[in-house]
């Protein structure tokens, strides 16, 4: 069974998109309540910024931390 180290590596590796696969994703946040559309962003050097673009992935509103702020995800699973 993988320790939180490793554990909190694979979710790093997960949210950092270190690759260029993602170079083309749009992501979308989703209000759920009006299930309207909030917000937008795509990637740039590493790092998810807004945009006006379509997206065309589509994700709940609060996922929005876990794109934006992936440190904030490895000091939550720290202190679980």
């Known amino acids: 069974m993988p320790n939180k180290t490793e554990r909190l590596k694979a979710i790093q590796d997960r949210i950092l998109f270190s690759g260029n696969n993602y170079q ?6 989703v209000c759920p ?3 309207g559309l909030t917000s937008s962003y795509h990637l740039v050097k590493g790092k998810w910024t807004a945009t006006a673009k ?3 992935v589509f994700f709940a509103e609060i996922l929005k931390p876990m794109f934006l702020n992936p440190p904030l995800i490895e000091k939550i699973c720290i202190m679980r």
């Open 54 to 56: 379509i997206p065309n």
């Open 24 to 29: 083309e994703t749009i992501i979308g946040f």
């Open 33 to 35: 309540i009006t299930k």
